[in-house]
């Protein structure tokens, strides 16, 4: 029989010390080696205290004193050639004295404010009792856009709109008589409007007079069918009365 079947031993008592699974060895990049070579040459030499190779100086060339200060140009000769100021007096030389001037200042400052404009006062206004003083300038409680030379004259971007609108209407105007003309379309003059408009408020007066002749009591159905039919008459009137003054332009269609 098959081992397995039996899963009870004497061996299994005693105690056996556990053994832990051995570990696969590391891994190792085969360009280790190689990196590592790369590195060390890219370093500077000069990461340490100094170059890594320099010349020890010789004893004999220490530092001596005045060694580091700055040697001076040789000296030249100053030469001027730009112009010289004038000389300064000599002591047998006195100035010239006694010269006086016949001008009055106080007769001329007095004639200058005479004859001169008064200096006028910068126009404010107070908007306070207490006396609150502000600029008038620029508080727009002065009329200046009214006496500019353009004021009130139209926009030249007003004007050249309406002249736009005014080109854009004949043109449409031009395309619906293109448009009627070849829908054999008539279009009624001033004067039959105005006569059409006139029959019909005729029309409505004959049925309004006509209704207003009915009797007051409906009782009938003949009554009531009659009233209705006027009532209709004079609804469909006014409606084509407010039409045709409403539409200053009106076509009618041949047939």
Known sequence: MDSTYFSESIYNLIPSDAKAPS??????????????????????????????KVEVPSPKDFLKKHSKEKTLPPKKKFNWSGPRKPP???????????????????????????????????????DKRTGDKHDLETSGLVPKFINKKDYGVTPEYICKRNEELKKAQEEYDHYVQEKLRKAA???????????????????????HKEFQSLSVFTDTIPKKIRKQKLEEEMKQLEHDISVIEKHKIIYIANK
């Open 185 to 207: 379309m008539k279009r009624l003059s001033d004067e039959e409007r105005e006569a059409v408009l006139q029959g019909l408020k005729k029309n409505w007066e004959e049925v």
């Open 23 to 52: 570990q696969p060895p590391r891994y190792t990049s085969v360009f280790k080696e190689t990196v590592k070579d790369d590195i060390q040459k890219a370093k500077t030499a000069m990461k340490t205290m100094g170059p890594a």
């Open 88 to 126: 300064v007096p000599r002591r047998c030389e006195h100035p010239i004295m006694g010269i006086q001037s016949g001008k009055n200042f106080i007769n001329t400052n007095a004639a200058d404010i005479i004859m001169g404009m008064a200096k006028k006062p910068k126009p404010i206004y107070v």
